[in-house]
Structure formats: structure tokens, C-alpha cells
């Protein structure tokens, strides 16, 4: 049986930023950096059907491996994932899953708790916002942090550091909120985000602390956890 098709593969190219290595588990799989970023997606809806679980220890070497073969067949052997056309064969090992555990398992259930609780802010988040947001930051140098607040006018989106600088970037989107709140996300974790449009919302929990949940437009089933600070 044939697994991980171009859906899947271009999935994997676009979060391998946020972690190189993943356990593939069906149907969900998790990439994730720590409890900072949080990549959830369904395979299942990509066309995949069921198969054995096995890790990959790095996704771009293995997506290299993959790019040798013109309109690949990809196979799991054993421990083995066998990439083959007509004319052309690659064998690729995996990775044990039990030494990829602690850095690649996720909690498949957690996303689920985060939208049991209140939902206190809602927006849209445009690829062009993206890469307004990547500009600035480049452009003003020493700006680690994005500060979400809500505004009169919808969410504010602003780039500052942690010091008193001259240096800032903001911009107002629309959204909807329920209540005030400031939150900051550090620029290095936006960063491992892919390109692309997504719906986020805030969500409180009953302790107050807050998360933000990213969900693609573009990519199936793709949901990211991004934690904040306050």
C-alpha cells in the first residue's frame, strides 16, 4: 500500500520548521516544538489510509530522499519506507519511535480542551498579514515580540521589545472579542508558522491563562497551538 502522498509531503515541508523530526500516526500526526508550537493535522483527510506508525528523524533529508524519484510510490517495509517509481528505488530508514517519544508525541486530545473553555477573541490573519508582519520585523531590528491586544476597532497587532524603544509596528485588523486582553508571542515562534491564511482565536482558559489556536485555510485539517505570555 502506498502512504504519504504530495498532500501529506508538502504538509511536512511546511511545518519541518517547527520541528525536523515527527512521528507519523494515524490519523493524526503532531510536529511540535515543546509546548510553544503545537501543529496538529489529520492525515486521514489528506487521502491517506491507515498505516503502522513509524518516526521520521529528519523530515527535509527524507522530503530530499523523496525528490530522487520522479512521481514516487512510497512504501513502509518494515522499518523501512521504500520510495520507488518504474525505473528508480530509494530505501529510507526510519526512525525509532520510542527515541523520538519525549521530543515528538503529542497530546492528540489537548486541542480539544482548549475549545472547551471561553472563547474571548476571534480574527483573520492573512498570508499578506504574515508577510507585513516578517517584514517589520526584519526591517526594525531588535523587535522580539508581537503584543495582540484587543482594540475599539478589532485586534491590534504590534511589534515592540521588551525595553522602551523608539523602534515599533502596528497595524489594526477586525475581529470580534468579548473582552479586553493583551497578549505577547514571541517572533521567533510566528516564524514557524507556514505561509498561509488562517482564522485564530484566543481562547481563556478558567484559570485565566490564555492560548492562541491557528487554523489554516489553505491546509486541511491543520490546527496550531500557539502559547503566550501575558
Known amino acids: 500500500m502506498s502512504i504519504l502522498n504530495n498532500k501529506t509531503l508538502k504538509v511536512l515541508q511546511s511545518l519541518s520548521s517547527i520541528n525536523n523530526s515527527v512521528i507519523m500516526s494515524y490519523p493524526t500526526v503532531c510536529v511540535k516544538d515543546g509546548k510553544s508550537v503545537q501543529a496538529y493535522f489529520d492525515v486521514s483527510q489528506l487521502g491517506e489510509e491507515d498505516f503502522q506508525e ?127 486582553f493583551s497578549i505577547i508571542v514571541t517572533l521567533a515562534m510566528l516564524k514557524k508558522i507556514p505561509n498561509g491564511d488562517f482564522k485564530v482565536d484566543v481562547y481563556k482558559s478558567k484559570k485565566g491563562s490564555k492560548v492562541l489556536v491557528f487554523t489554516s485555510k489553505n491546509i486541511e485539517s491543520l490546527e496550531i497551538i500557539l502559547s503566550v505570555k501575558e
Open 54 to 180: 513509524f518516526g521520521i528523524y529528519g523530515i527535509t533529508d527524507f522530503l530530499s530522499a523523496v525528490s530522487l524519484v520522479t512521481e514516487p510510490s512510497i512504501q513502509l517495509d518494515g522499518t523501512v519506507l521504500k520510495i520507488s517509481n518504474k525505473n528508480t528505488k530509494v530505501s529510507y530508514n526510519t526512525a525509532n519511535v520510542g527515541l523520538l517519544e519525549e521530543q515528538c508525541r503529542g497530546d492528540f486530545e489537548l486541542l480539544t480542551r482548549i475549545k472547551s473553555n471561553e472563547k474571548i477573541g476571534s480574527f483573520e490573519l492573512s498570508n499578506e498579514n504574515f508577510k507585513a508582519l516578517r517584514v517589520a520585523s526584519n526591517t526594525l531590528k531588535d523587535l522580539p515580540n508581537l503584543i495582540i491586544s484587543s482594540a475599539e476597532n478589532g485586534i491590534l497587532l504590534k511589534i515592540s521589545a521588551n525595553e522602551k524603544t523608539s523602534n515599533s509596528y502596528s497595524t489594526t485588523i477586525d475581529a470580534e472579542t468579548t473582552e479586553e
